[in-house]
């Protein structure tokens, strides 16, 4: 069965910084397109940041375009989302995605595969 797994989330103070994990079993990563998405206690799920499998190409919803950075380790099969600069806005339940062929929009309906969520806190 096919399974993602985050991991690294935690309670950090403003201005601190995380990275995230997202692992996967029975698949590899490096053939999907891995996004991370973030949903906030009675808010809506929502799409950050996305790496292509084609040509490693990410992109990244604007609120977090300068802090912070997706990146894969395909020999370790393996998806990161680096953290900077966090505010308490950012604290949520933190998941990662995949899926084929993914257009830029990052909408949840265009990921097949979804990890449980890790929560990231951030509170002084």
């Known amino acids: ?6 991991s690294g989330g935690t309670l950090v103070q403003p201005g601190g910084s995380l990275r995230l994990s997202c692992a996967a079993s029975e ?3 490096r053939l999907y397109d891995i996004g ?11 799409g950050l940041s996305c790496i292509s499998s084609r ?12 802090r912070f950075t997706i990146s ?5 099969n ?8 966090l505010k ?6 933190y998941y990662c995605a995949a899926g084929l ?10 990921f097949d595969y979804w990890g449980q969520g890790t929560q990231v806190t951030v509170s002084s």
């Open 1 to 6: 069965q096919v399974q993602l797994v985050e």
């Open 101 to 110: 062929l993914v257009p830029p929009r990052m909408a949840v309906d265009d």
């Open 27 to 29: 698949f590899t990563l």
């Open 72 to 76: 894969r380790d395909n020999a370790k």
């Open 55 to 66: 040509d490693g190409g990410t992109i990244y919803k604007d609120f977090v375009k300068g």
């Open 36 to 46: 991370w998405f973030r949903q906030a206690p009675g808010k809506e799920r929502e």
């Open 88 to 93: 308490p806005e950012d604290t949520a339940v």
């Open 78 to 85: 393996m998806v990161y989302l680096q953290m900077n600069s």
